[in-house]
């Protein structure tokens, strides 16, 4: 079974632009949850969708959006990017909400210059 | 805001157990502990999570204290594969569902 998968791997943006990430849940899974890594905070909650509606949200800004497909893939926007966005961004896909265990994708490292 | 407190970095020599501590004096009765991992380069992986009571699975063993104040995560002949940063995070109820609120981690290097 393939695993989370996200795309692109790396990118390069500057201040004000926005960005789109993509996640691939494994296959039957139906809750994607997305982090942002950062050497200063570590790992902090993003969103969680489940069945194309967020369910769950951590303490970003607005300019942070996601939305989930009814096939589960997922995306993630951030707009007007500022410096401070520069982070690993991981994807997290489970069977379902609340369930035990999620597995990671590799992530997106976003760079803003 | 963090919800567990570890070492920043611990030494183990491989096939020796690793024991990795983790306080969470502030955790309610109904939150999960969980224990990640994740090797350089990769995304986290899940390795154990437990409530009140120890539990032990192919990968560890996590050992809850009565007070639910602290655990231990002991992973029993450390291989140089084992080298990663180890996530001690406590399960909170969020608005609608729940959230992993993760620690710093500490950072475990496997010796030869």
């Known amino acids: 079974k393939a695993g989370v998968t996200q795309t692109p791997r790396y990118l390069i943006k500057t201040r004000g632009q926005q960005v789109t990430l993509s996640c691939s849940p494994i296959?039957?899974?139906?809750?994607v949850s997305w982090y942002q890594q950062t050497p200063g905070q570590g790992l902090q909650f993003l969103f969680e969708y489940f069945s194309e509606t967020q369910r769950n949200k951590g303490n970003f800004p607005g300019r942070f959006s996601g939305r989930q497909f009814s096939n589960s893939r997922s995306e993630m926007n951030v707009s007007t990017l500022e410096l401070g966005d520069s982070a690993l961004y991981l994807c997290a896909s489970s069977l379902d909400l609340a369930d035990n265990e999620q597995f990671f994708g590799p992530g997106t490292r976003l760079t803003v210059l | 805001d963090a919800k567990t407190t570890q070492p920043p970095s611990m030494d183990c020599a491989e096939g020796r157990a690793a024991n990795l501590p983790c306080n969470h004096s502030?955790?309610?009765?109904?939150?999960?502990v969980y224990w990640y991992r994740q090797i350089h380069s990769q995304g986290p992986q899940y390795i154990i999570h437990?409530?009140?009571?120890?539990e032990t699975n192919e990968m560890a063993s996590l050992i809850i204290t009565e007070d639910r104040k602290s655990s231990t995560l002991i992973l029993p002949h450390a291989t140089l594969r084992d080298t990663a940063v180890y996530y001690c995070i406590v399960r909170v109820r969020g608005d609608s569902n729940y959230q992993l609120i993760w620690g710093a981690g500490t950072k475990l290097i496997i010796k030869p």
């Open positions: 437990g409530l009140k009571n120890n």
């Open positions: 296959s039957g899974h139906r809750s």
């Open positions: 502030t955790i309610s009765g109904n939150e999960y």
